[in-house]
């Protein structure tokens, strides 16, 4: 569902995304709930406000890739992905918020190998503040995509520790000055890495958009928390949900409410660097 070579054609994690729309994205609406009574006498009934929230089916592509630029970028090979259109007319024109992902590409010339990686972005349109979230947050150690050659380059004199993180503000602040929004980069713990993924970058940046889903006021902190409890004890169920979202299962929807009606949240230290 997410392989992003595209060498035999459309890259399948293209054709996830446009299914994922559509369940991830909502209005601003209300529930109306009626709380369950301990005495027996009838409870008035409450209305729980949702704010407006949508995915959108473009990512953003960086690429650490000698003799190319960083962005824009290309899934695997073929054309580049132009992010910046559909961000400015949903975000800025529209004034929506969004959340949108994040895919990181490095091609190691020595070894004639490619790495990949996921992250994710979610733009408050109320406060204009664009949140950049990496599972790994910026304490990032690992000798694998952080260390691709132009991500390395490109960061000299920069102040973050996460490559990712410079590269993605250096092209951001190319396209958008400080009056479109506020750049807020996580800094704070890791994510619970799920037992047994492979692809655990993948599956924690959809579990944070997950917390997002399930929080009312799009409240950072709690979709960050959300997500580190999916990760700990729900991994299955959320492999079960994006199965059903890809294979056009028509209760993907039900589903995925009862999984993240579920309130309990797994505490995590939460900072931001700004720019």
């Known amino acids: ?92 024109d529209q004034g929506k918020n969004c959340m949108f992902f994040i895919i990181a590409n490095n091609f190691i010339e020595s070894t004639v190998t490619f790495q990949s990686h996921m992250l994710m972005g979610f733009f408050n349109a109320q406060s204009k503040e664009l949140f950049i979230i990496d599972p790994n947050g910026n304490n990032v150690t690992l000798d694998n995509i952080y260390s691709g050659e132009e991500f390395i380059r ?11 993180y410079n590269i993605i503000s250096k092209i951001l602040r190319y396209y958008y000055n400080r009056s479109f929004f ?31 889903v399930s929080s009312p006021n799009l409240e950072v902190k709690s979709a960050l928390e959300f997500a580190n409890y999916l990760s700990q004890y729900k991994f299955q169920e959320v492999k079960t949900l994006l199965t059903k979202i890809f294979d056009g299962q028509s209760n993907s929807k039900v589903y995925m409410k009862m999984l993240t009606d579920n309130i309990e949240k797994k505490n995590l230290r939460i900072n931001y660097f700004s720019n």
């Not at 980069?185 to 599956?203: E, H, M, R, V």
């Open 154 to 164: 490109l960061s000299v004199g920069m102040p973050l520790r996460n490559t990712l």
């Open 182 to 212: 506020q750049l807020r980069f996580y800094t704070g713990d890791a994510l619970i890495c799920p037992i047994g993924s492979p692809k655990n970058c993948t599956y924690r940046t959809i579990m944070i958009m997950l917390g997002f």
């Open 1 to 92: 569902m997410f392989n992003v070579n595209d060498s035999r054609g459309s890259p399948i994690i293209k054709r996830t995304l446009g299914k994922m729309k559509t369940i991830f994205s909502r209005e601003q609406h209300e529930v109306r709930i009626t709380p369950k009574s301990t005495t027996g006498r009838k409870m008035p009934a409450m209305r729980k406000k949702y704010k407006q929230l949508a995915l959108l089916t473009t990512p953003l592509i960086i690429q650490s890739r000698r003799g190319r630029p960083s962005y824009p970028a290309p899934y695997f090979e073929g054309g580049d992905v132009d992010f910046v259109s559909e961000f400015s007319k949903i975000a800025i």
